[in-house]
């Protein structure tokens, strides 16, 4: 992957809040590719809504470099921005004005013509299911309306890269699950699109790859799938037996084997190093046991991140 043809390029950046601040980003690389939805995963504190903050130029880099769309966001700002939309984490609405105001309002910071940001605005206020309640003040907005709207506020200038901060937190699941679907769209339609999430099933689900970092460095970077094949107990398969005793030593000429029993008769055994399904079956037999269920392990994305990033509350 050249950096050449990457929407977004990280290289080596750094984040230090202040001379003596805590160092938010020691060194992150990573880029984006067109029409990629890349996800940053990392605990409380990692450093995720400071790497957007460089991207969106909120946040100054204090040494290394990063562009969007091939426009450096250090010497050109302005630049950047044209070319992106936010949805931060905390709600920056204009409380003041009606939901279709700040919509077109932003459409009109953004230069989109004045005969486009109504209808614009309507379809999004239509497509995010607030047409209803398009002229009441965003005051009177519950926390996941306003999430909404954030969203379609976003997407009034059709960016080249949408940046969404935690989209669904604190969101219901039918407002999550229409996210979903929205994201999807905007992927089919070409968007690039960098998110940060603490939704494990969420970031399996919608993003193409994933960056964890923790403590401001990049600790991994892959697709879902090839993340989850960072768990040590990857290629394990697990067993139910019906057996008289602990059938743990049958199954240790096949591969590392661990064993617990689930009730009287009744163990699961867990069996890992790619063992073929015939050598389970014909050790169990051998033991006098009787297998009742077999199926691969396929450790979770929430388990690969609490194996790279450990246990402690940050
Ligand atoms: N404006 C700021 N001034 C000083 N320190 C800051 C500032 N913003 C963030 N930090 C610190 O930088 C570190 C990274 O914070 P950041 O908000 O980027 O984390 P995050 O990964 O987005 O976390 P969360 O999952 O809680 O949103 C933290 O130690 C945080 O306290
Ligand atoms: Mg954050």
């Given at each position: ?41 990392g605990p409380n504190g990692a450093g995720k809504t400071t790497a957007i903050g460089v991207l969106t130029t909120r946040v100054r880099l204090t040494d290394g470099s990063a562009s969007v769309d091939g426009v450096d966001v250090t010497t050109d700002p302005q630049g950047v921005k044209r070319r992106i939309a936010v949805v ?227």
């Amino acid at each position: 992957m050249s950096a050449a043809t990457s929407v977004i390029d990280v290289q080596d950046v750094h984040k230090r809040y202040g001379p003596r601040g805590p160092e938010a980003l020691k060194g992150v690389s990573f880029s984006v590719e067109p029409g990629e939805v890349f996800g940053l995963l990392g605990p409380n504190g990692a450093g995720k809504t400071t790497a957007i903050g460089v991207l969106t130029t909120r946040v100054r880099l204090t040494d290394g470099s990063a562009s969007v769309d091939g426009v450096d966001v250090t010497t050109d700002p302005q630049g950047v921005k044209r070319r992106i939309a936010v949805v931060p984490q905390q709600a920056n609405l204009d409380r003041a004005l009606t939901a279709r105001e700040n919509l077109t309002f932003h459409g009109a910071y953004f230069g989109v013509r004045r005969a486009a940001r109504g209808a614009r605005a309507d379809e999004l206020l239509d497509q995010f299911g607030l047409a209803d309640r398009a002229t009441e003040r965003v005051d009177n907005y519950s926390g996941g309306m306003s999430q909404r709207l954030m969203i379609a506020r976003a997407l009034m200038h059709q960016p080249v890269v949408l940046f969404l901060d935690e989209p669904t937190t604190g969101l219901d699941p039918q407002s999550r699950l229409f996210l979903w679907d929205r994201v999807a769209e905007l992927r089919a339609a070409g968007t690039t699109i960098l998110l940060t999430t603490h939704d494990m099933a969420e970031a399996d689900r919608l993003c193409d790859r994933i960056a964890i970092v923790d403590h401001g460095q990049r600790i991994a970077l892959d697709t879902p799938e090839g993340l989850r094949g960072l768990l040590p107990g990857a290629n394990g398969v697990e067993l139910v037996v019906r057996a008289g005793q602990d059938p743990v030593a049958a199954f240790e000429p096949i591969g590392t084997a661990e064993s617990m029993q689930l009730d009287d008769d009744r163990w699961q055994v867990r069996c890992f190093g790619d063992p073929t399904l015939s050598a389970l079956i014909d050790a169990a037999e051998q033991h006098g046991s009787e297998v009742l269920d077999v199926h691969r392990l396929e450790g979770s994305l929430e388990d690969v991140f609490v194996h790279l990033t450990g246990r402690d509350l940050r």
